[in-house]
């Protein structure tokens, strides 16, 4: 079992930047790779960004807006994201692919205001 906590969302205005963590415990040996994807009310789930256990990331359209990161030593994944939207508006759910399967934290919401 691996367990992921999301920290870091709050409210930015637009055009602003904000950074939010993703930590793992338990089972953190049997991790592939993390990753963030996002819901917006009423939308479904997509993907914002991937990075493996080898440290290649993977993005979904965001114009180059938005980096993934990670610390190993703190086995915690990081999102930066710049130059917001107000579409960027979501909860953003962090995502743990393991050789257990896939784990997925709570969320942490992100509201860009115009």
């Known amino acids: 079992q691996v367990q992921v906590v999301e920290s870091g969302g709050g409210l930015v205005q637009a055009g602003g930047s904000l950074t939010i963590s993703c930590a793992a415990s338990?089972?953190?040996?049997?991790?592939?790779?993390m990753g963030w994807y996002r819901q917006a009310p009423g939308k479904q789930r997509e993907l914002v960004a991937t990075?493996?256990?080898?440290?290649?990331t993977g993005y979904a359209d965001s114009e180059g807006r938005f980096t993934i990161s990670r610390d190993n030593a703190k086995n915690t994944v990081y999102l930066q994201m710049n130059s917001l939207k107000p579409e960027d508006t979501a909860v953003y759910l962090c995502?743990?692919?393991?050789?257990?399967?896939?784990?997925w934290g709570q969320g942490t919401q992100v509201t860009v205001s115009s």
């Open positions: 338990g089972s953190i040996f049997s991790i592939n790779a």
């Open positions: 995502w743990c692919g393991t050789t257990y399967g896939n784990f």
């Open positions: 990075i493996t256990d080898g440290g290649t």
